[in-house]
């Protein structure tokens, strides 16, 4: 099973708005992970951030995590059209060499 | 680099066939992954190597299901006796063991079963 699940599944947002998704997860982790994926293409990292982080900002993303609540929020501000794509989380189990997917969040950027 | 390379992209087979996916992953990463992804879910975890040791697999991975990395470069996913419910993208993704774990995935192969 799954370990992260994203909220909203799915969200359609109008392009230069800022675009929300959320994760959580169940066990304590290493680090949390954001990757994007374009229709039927591989999946392409986008930021990490330790359990010891906070907050993180990378171009126009930025990620916070609440470890106390184990969650963690991706923001994208000043949404374009090729954003659109599935957003997924990921967490490493303390402990653990592999990484956990959540299902997903599918951003549709509206020109 | 040339990055993550799996072949073939896509794989239409009749239901008890046997399929062979291959992943070259980036030259000096020593590990390496299979996810399975099917339509509208998040990768699921199915096996890693590191170098041409299989350290772990998913119970997912039925006995039909056969992971190799011979000299711990380029890897196979074999399956045997294909079922309908195996149609899924087999993605492959390498790391540095050194690294903080962030994952370089290829393109995927696209198994369908008829």
């Known amino acids: 099973s799954q370990q992260g699940e994203e909220d909203p599944q799915a969200l359609s947002i109008q392009e230069g708005e800022n675009a929300t998704m959320n994760c959580s997860y169940k066990?304590?982790?290493?680090?949390l992970q954001w990757y994007r994926q374009n229709s039927g293409r591989g999946l392409v990292h986008l930021i990490l951030?330790?359990?010891?982080?906070r907050e993180k900002h990378s171009g126009r993303l930025r990620v916070t995590l609440d470890t106390s609540k184990k969650s963690s929020s991706l923001l994208i501000t000043a949404s374009r059209a090729a954003d659109t794509a599935s957003y997924f989380c990921?967490?490493?189990?303390?402990?653990?060499?592999?990484?956990?997917f959540g299902q997903g969040t599918r951003l549709t950027i509206n020109p | 680099d040339t990055g993550v390379s799996q072949n073939p992209r896509h794989k239409i087979t009749k239901r008890g066939q046997n399929v062979t996916f291959r992943c070259d992953p980036i030259?000096?990463?020593?590990?390496l992954y299979w996810y399975r992804q099917t339509l509208g879910q998040g990768p699921e975890f199915l096996t890693y190597?590191?170098?041409?040791?299989?350290?772990?697999k998913s119970r997912l991975l039925s006995d039909r299901f056969s992971a190799e990395r011979p000299k711990g470069s380029f890897s196979t996913l074999e399956i045997q006796r294909t079922e309908q419910g195996d149609s899924a993208m087999y993605l492959c993704?390498?790391?540095?063991?050194?690294?903080?774990?962030?994952?370089?995935f290829g393109e995927g192969s696209r198994l369908t079963v008829l």
């Open positions: 993704a390498s790391s540095l063991v050194s690294s903080t774990g962030e994952l370089f």
């Open positions: 066990t304590s982790i290493n680090n």
């Open positions: 951030i330790r359990s010891n982080e």
């Open positions: 990921a967490t490493d189990a303390e402990g653990a060499q592999k990484l956990v």
């Open positions: 030259s000096e990463h020593n590990r």
């Open positions: 190597f590191q170098n041409e040791a299989q350290l772990e």
